[in-house]
């Protein structure tokens, strides 16, 4: 499971920092999310729960056309949640957002390892879930490790919407075995987060 775990963190490392990475060297599994513990983040028009025992960093950036906040919310496994708000609010290709997240995770994994771990990425699936206050398309793909003679299959499933003012995105990467256990941290996120006073559900 060790070695499961810190693969899996170098999924989550185009998304995230170098910490995941160093998270996972100290954990046989993933840990439960602390949703009975919640606590609340906000930047730029963007707030959110998280769990308990979760942590958050936040980036700003963008050019004089488009600033992007990014909120990057990860557990001290490999579990990852990035939350990123467009404003003003643009139009996204989210087929095309998830294949550039997908490619640049193929291309992080190979540099680290300087060629000893391989990553390949699956087909796009849709699905509909409450997000922003309606009904919205997701999209999920899986991309597979492969180092040290074992496969760890990752989940990286990206909603979208669009306020009035504000596009926001979020992004969750979870190795597929422990997606079960995070999954109660990730609907937390997914359900509290608000952009420009709208929620997440209606």
Known sequence: MRTQALVAALVALPLSSCSALEGAVGFLREPT??????????????????????????????NEVVKIHTMTIESSGSALATVQAFTPAIDLDAVQFLKDVADGMQRAVADMTKGMAAADVGPMTRERRAFLGAEREALRTIVTLHVLGERVPTAVTLYTARTPTTTVTLTTTIAVEDEARVVPGFELIARSLAVDGVPSRP
Do not use: L
């Not at 999310?33 to 950036?61: E, F």
């Open 33 to 62: 999310p602390d949703v009975a513990r919640a606590t609340q983040t906000a930047g730029g028009s963007v707030r959110v729960s998280m769990p308990g025992n979760w942590r958050v960093s936040h980036d700003t950036g963008g």
